[in-house]
């Protein structure tokens, strides 16, 4: 491993290193001592600013799956596995919309951050809006289809027993629509190095979302979990 870091980093280094293994010239502890003496401080210093940079985007990854599956362990410790099953075959529809959204934001979270380096207000702010505008549109035409045929398309896709279910699949539809909305705004964040904010943004939509979801599945199912969501 130790290798193809430095061979990735640094070739120079990895080859005079490479060129000490293949003489069989060091072991495994002299091989840790010379990776150290051949890395240079300021290659250091710089891991030292990306990882400085870069942790707070590993714990709001963390934080957005637990975010995720949060109402999922309600439901199942609540209702059951057999309601845990059923919302997880509707949930699975939205996957092609949030493939569509996530894409959208990875593809235009580079331009932002130029922008916003370059100090092109206007275009920043023209970028958040069409990206936040797609993510609306996006919600709103998944919410008039889950009106007018999410009953025909449960029963097409599933059975008769989902079709039944008309409405958690309509407010699925419903929070998914706005969890594109606010994705585009957190991922213009993102775009200009705002991180540390947001961890306290998702924690309190975790706290907010596990009292929710405590409080509204045991009355109402698995629209309380969606209410819950939105």
């Given at each position: 491993a130790t290798v193809i870091v430095l061979v990735g980093y640094d070739w120079g280094c990895a080859w005079r290193m490479l060129a000490a293994v293949s003489a069989d010239l060091i072991g495994p502890q002299s091989l840790l001592m010379t990776c150290l003496k051949l890395t240079r401080r300021s290659q250091l210093q710089e891991v030292y600013r990306l990882a400085s940079l870069a942790w707070p985007l590993g714990v709001m990854a963390a934080l957005a799956s637990v975010k995720v599956n949060i109402p999922r362990y309600f439901i199942a410790h609540q209702l059951g596995e057999h309601e845990l099953g059923i919302f997880g075959a509707m949930a699975y529809l939205v996957v092609a919309l949030d493939t569509i959204?996530?894409?959208?934001?990875?593809?235009?979270?580079?331009?932002?951050?130029?922008q916003f380096a370059a100090g092109d207000w206007r275009a920043f702010y023209r970028t958040v809006l069409h990206l936040s505008?797609?993510?609306?549109?996006?919600?709103?035409?998944?919410?008039?289809?889950?009106?007018?045929?999410?009953r025909q398309l449960l029963g097409i896709l599933y059975r008769p027993e989902y079709a039944e279910r008309l409405a958690p699949f309509v407010w699925l539809m419903a929070a998914t629509g706005i969890g594109h909305v606010s994705g585009g705004l957190l991922s213009a964040l993102t775009a200009?190095?705002?991180?540390?904010?947001?961890?306290?943004?998702?924690?309190?939509?975790?706290?907010?979302?596990?009292?929710?979801?405590?409080?509204?599945?045991p009355a109402h199912g698995l629209v309380g979990d969606r209410k819950s969501v939105v």
């Open positions: 959204s996530r894409s959208a934001r990875q593809a235009t979270r580079p331009r932002m951050a130029l505008a797609v993510g609306a549109l996006l919600g709103i035409a998944a919410l008039v289809a889950s009106l007018a045929l999410g200009v190095r705002v991180l540390k904010e947001q961890l306290t943004v998702l924690a309190l939509v975790l706290a907010s979302s596990a009292l929710l979801c405590m409080w509204l599945i």
